[in-house]
């Protein structure tokens, strides 16, 4: 099956800092969607990103289709950025949404 | 427009019992899907329904079965609960049967099972 590879598994930043998240995916998708998850277990949608890029206030993100990968920024970190971030893909053949697992994202004050 | 709602938030059942969870999906979705996610991991894909009938399943044993209604609203039910089931269980709707639509979740059941 597809694998969905997310890294770092953790990352602890520094009120202000920025990062990147990375996703690898091992075949061809059709939907591509990154997801915040609260502390209280809802998945907060952030981009449905199948290619190409967006931005959303502090937070982008760019998905290469053709090299497999796609990438989400935060901007100038604050501490409710605090949770993990899941990156979930459909295969090109597939109806199911296929979930990496995830990185957790700690930003102290 | 209302979101994905699930009821109850939290449960906890005894071993060998059986649950039924409930998920109400988004305005204008017809699609809804069920994951189960153990603590430390990523949500797995339990199964799809697409205008009432199921269009895909995840590896998970026949205990674990649903139900669409016609306002698309969905169940969840597991029998024979086995502490393994313990998880937080999670509802998506979207539009369309199709590949390519945005799923939006609901903020999910935690299930308990001693």
């Known amino acids: 099956g597809i694998q969905v590879e997310q890294s770092p598994p953790d990352l602890i930043l520094q009120e202000g800092a920025n990062s990147t998240l990375r996703c690898n995916f091992s075949?061809?998708?059709?939907?591509l969607q990154w997801f915040h998850q609260n502390p209280w277990g809802q998945l907060i949608n952030l981009f449905y990103i199948p290619s190409g890029t967006k931005q959303n206030g502090r937070l982008s993100a760019t998905t290469v289709a053709t090299e497999r990968y796609s990438l989400l920024y935060i901007s100038s970190s604050q501490t409710t950025d605090s949770g993990v971030y899941f990156c979930?893909?459909?295969?090109?053949?597939?109806?199911?949404?296929?979930f990496g697992a995830g990185t957790t994202v700690t930003v102290r004050a | 427009e209302t979101g994905v709602t699930q009821s109850p938030t939290h449960l906890i059942k005894t071993r060998g019992q059986q649950v039924t969870l409930r998920c109400s999906s988004q305005s204008g979705h017809n699609t809804v899907s069920w994951y189960q996610q153990a603590l430390g991991q990523g949500p797995q894909f339990i199964f799809q329904?697409?205008?009432?009938?199921?269009?895909g399943r995840g590896n998970f044993p026949p205990r674990f079965s649903g139900l669409q209604f016609p306002n698309y609203s969905s169940e969840l039910n597991v029998n024979a609960l086995e502490l393994d089931d313990s998880a937080l269980y999670l509802c998506a709707s979207r539009q369309g049967a199709g590949l390519t639509t945005e799923a939006f979740f609901g903020q999910g059941t935690r299930l308990t099972v001693v």
């Open positions: 979930a893909v459909v295969l090109s053949n597939d109806y199911k949404l296929s």
């Open positions: 075949d061809s998708v059709n939907n």
């Open positions: 329904y697409y205008r009432e009938e199921e269009n």
